[in-house]
C-alpha cells in the first residue's frame, strides 16, 4: 500500500541529546513536510522541501534540520539547541506544493 | 495576520445525535478549504476539500460547507458514531502554498 512511514513511534531523549526522526513515503510525490503539534495548537511547519536536495525553513525551523537526498526520504534531526523538543511530530507529503496533504501516523518525542 | 479560528474548542455529544463545528477564517484569497479528522495519537485524514466557490461538499455523513461572505466553514455530522471521537481541523490554502491551520475542535462522542 502507498503511504507514509514514520519511525519511531514514540521517542525518549535525554536532555542534550540529538535525536532523528525518520519519514519515507511510497506515493511519488515531490513535496514533503514536517510538522510541530502540541496541545490546543494548531500545526506549525518547521521545514518544507519541493524537490530532492533543496528545502526551506518554516515557522518554527530554530533547533531543528533536515536532509533531502532522496524523493522518498525526509528525515528530521532534533538537536540540543531545540528549548522545548517534547511533541508530536508529523510528516507530510503532497504531489507538488498545492496538493493536498498526507499525513504519517506521527512520533512522539519525549525529553526527559 | 491570518487566521483560522474554530469553536468550539471542545465538545460531547451523545451517540446518535447530530452536531456542527465551526471554523472561522480572515485568510483572503485563498484556493481552498479542508477539513481533516485526526484521531489520537494518529496523523489527520482529509474529510473534504471546498475551492472559494463551491458551497458546500459531502463525504458519508459529513457535510462541510462554505459561506464566502461570512467567512465560515462548518463540518456537520450526523448521526454521530463512537468512531467520529476526534480531532477536527479547519485549514486553508492561501493564494500559493502556504497552509493555516485552525487549533482543532476535540470531539467526544458517548454512548
Same mark, same amino acid.
Given at each position: 500500500?502507498?503511504?507514509? #512511514?514514520q519511525?519511531?513511534?514514540?521517542?525518549?531523549?535525554?536532555?542534550? &541529546?540529538?535525536? #532523528?526522526?525518520?519519514?519515507?513515503?511510497?506515493?511519488?510525490?515531490?513535496?514533503m513536510?514536517?510538522?510541530?503539534? +502540541?496541545?490546543?495548537?494548531?500545526?506549525?511547519?518547521?521545514?518544507?522541501s519541493?524537490?530532492?536536495?533543496?528545502?526551506?525553513?518554516?515557522?518554527?525551523?530554530?533547533?531543528?534540520?533536515?536532509?533531502?537526498?532522496?524523493?522518498?526520504?525526509?528525515?528530521?534531526?532534533?538537536?540540543?539547541? &531545540?528549548?522545548?523538543?517534547?511533541?508530536?511530530?508529523?510528516?507530510?507529503?503532497?504531489? +507538488?506544493?498545492t496538493?493536498?496533504?498526507?499525513?504519517?501516523?506521527?512520533?512522539?518525542?519525549?525529553?526527559? | 495576520?491570518?487566521q483560522?479560528?474554530?469553536?468550539?474548542?471542545?465538545?460531547?455529544i451523545?451517540?446518535?445525535?447530530?452536531?456542527?463545528?465551526?471554523?472561522?477564517?480572515?485568510?483572503?484569497?485563498f484556493?481552498?478549504?479542508?477539513?481533516?479528522?485526526?484521531?489520537?495519537?494518529?496523523?489527520?485524514?482529509? @474529510?473534504?476539500?471546498?475551492?472559494?466557490?463551491?458551497?458546500?461538499?459531502?463525504?458519508?455523513?459529513?457535510t462541510?460547507?462554505?459561506?464566502?461572505d461570512?467567512?465560515?466553514?462548518?463540518?456537520?455530522?450526523?448521526?454521530?458514531?463512537l468512531?467520529?471521537?476526534a480531532?477536527y481541523?479547519?485549514? @486553508?490554502?492561501?493564494?500559493?502554498?502556504?497552509?493555516?491551520?485552525?487549533?482543532?475542535?476535540?470531539?467526544?462522542?458517548?454512548?
Amino acid at each position: 500500500d502507498g503511504g507514509i #512511514t514514520q519511525s519511531p513511534k514514540y521517542l525518549f531523549r535525554k536532555e542534550g &541529546q540529538n535525536v #532523528t526522526l525518520s519519514c519515507e513515503q511510497n506515493l511519488n510525490h515531490d513535496a514533503m513536510y514536517w510538522y510541530r503539534q +502540541d496541545p490546543g495548537q494548531g500545526l506549525r511547519l518547521i521545514y518544507y522541501s519541493q524537490i530532492v536536495n533543496d528545502f526551506q525553513k518554516g515557522d518554527i525551523a530554530e533547533g531543528y534540520s533536515v536532509s533531502r537526498e532522496k524523493k522518498e526520504s525526509f528525515p528530521l534531526t532534533v538537536t540540543s539547541a &531545540q528549548k522545548n523538543p517534547t511533541a508530536f511530530y508529523l510528516c507530510a507529503s503532497s504531489i +507538488d506544493g498545492t496538493g493536498e496533504l498526507f499525513f504519517g501516523e506521527g512520533s512522539r518525542l519525549t525529553v526527559l | 495576520k491570518n487566521q483560522v479560528e474554530q469553536s468550539p474548542q471542545s465538545l460531547i455529544i451523545l451517540e446518535g445525535k447530530n452536531c456542527t463545528l465551526q471554523c472561522n477564517y480572515t485568510v483572503s484569497p485563498f484556493s481552498n478549504l479542508r477539513w481533516y479528522k485526526q484521531d489520537t495519537g494518529r496523523g489527520p485524514v482529509s @474529510l473534504t476539500i471546498m475551492t472559494f466557490s463551491e458551497n458546500t461538499k459531502s463525504n458519508g455523513r459529513y457535510t462541510a460547507t462554505l459561506d464566502a461572505d461570512t467567512k465560515q466553514s462548518s463540518l456537520h455530522i450526523t448521526a454521530s458514531q463512537l468512531s467520529d471521537s476526534a480531532s477536527y481541523i479547519c485549514v @486553508l490554502r492561501e493564494a500559493g502554498t502556504a497552509l493555516i491551520f485552525g487549533k482543532g475542535t476535540t470531539l467526544s462522542v458517548s454512548s
